[in-house]
Nanobody
Framework: VQLQASGGGLVQPGGSLRLSCAAS????????MGWYCQAPGKQRELVAR???????IYADSAKGRFTISRDNAENTVLLQMNSLKPEDTAVYYC?????????????WGQGTLVTVSS
């Protein structure tokens, strides 16, 4: 599985950004896709995830502001981020989980930088 992320950038507080992650390869094995973020000096943490069944989970910090969705036809997962705050500044990584032969694998896209600043 290969993941191609895009959509980061500089935005003012209160603004919006949309991140996109396109999957290719053995996509039939993917059980969930999501986004993680990693701020300087901090560990990578989950922002949002959507399963192949459509179930969504969000970090508490993302609830009510971020929405994760998927376009099955394009094998793409989107993260709509609204009401952005300076503390959302981080490198965002796309993640895919796959299940092959009973073994779970994690795949990562390249990070995309989101900077929230006035």
């Amino acid at each position: 599985v290969q993941l191609q992320a895009s959509g980061g950038g500089l935005v003012q507080p209160g603004g919006s950004l949309r991140l996109s992650c396109a999957a290719s390869g053995t996509i039939s094995s993917i059980t969930a896709m999501g986004w993680y973020c990693q701020a300087p000096g901090k560990q990578r943490e989950l922002v949002a995830r959507i399963t192949s069944g459509g179930n969504r989970i969000y970090a508490d910090s993302a609830k009510g502001r971020f929405t994760i969705s998927r376009d099955n036809a394009e094998n793409t997962v989107l993260l709509q981020m609204n009401s952005l705050k300076p503390e959302d500044t981080a490198v965002y990584y796309c993640n895919a989980k796959s299940l092959v032969g009973g073994r779970q694998n994690d795949y990562w896209g390249q990070g995309t930088l989101v900077t929230v600043s006035s």
